[in-house]
Nanobody
Framework: QVHLVESGGGLVQAGDSLRLSCAAS????????MGWFRQAPGNEREFVANINWRTDSTSIVDSLKGRFAISRDNAKNTVYLQMNSLKPEDTAVYYC?????????????????WGQGTLVTVSS
């Protein structure tokens, strides 16, 4: 069993920055990667970014490159999502996920565990 605890969401103004955190605990041995997804009201859950836990390589959706970045802290077993220059369209529930599947992909279907989600609201 893997437990993911997310934090860092909140209400901010357009142009502000936030850093989301996701700490993993439990049976994390063999984990292939972790990622961030988001779901806005009325929309499908979509991929944001992920990190390969074995190689430290990262991937981020093209539309968010330059504003968002993913990173990790091995000592804390935590993954972060740095969000800069936030826009109202970034408003969504952001979910952390962990995968034990190979190959590691950006598909939400490849994620085996999910956090509870943290709400990010960006006002204009």
């Amino acid at each position: 069993q893997v437990h993911l605890v997310e934090s860092g969401g909140g209400l901010v103004q357009a142009g502000d920055s936030l850093r989301l955190s996701c700490a993993a605990s439990g049976s994390t041995a063999g984990m292939s990667g972790m990622g961030w997804f988001r779901q806005a009201p009325g929309n499908e859950r979509e991929f944001v970014a992920n990190i390969n836990w074995r190689t430290d390589s990262t991937s981020i959706v093209d539309s968010l490159k330059g504003r968002f970045a993913i990173s990790r802290d091995n000592a804390k077993n935590t993954v972060y999502l740095q969000m800069n220059s936030l826009k109202p369209e970034d408003t969504a529930v952001y979910y952390c996920a962990a995968s034990f599947s190979l190959p590691f992909t950006t598909s939400l279907h490849g994620m085996d565990y999910w956090g509870q989600g943290t709400l990010v609201t960006v006002s204009s």
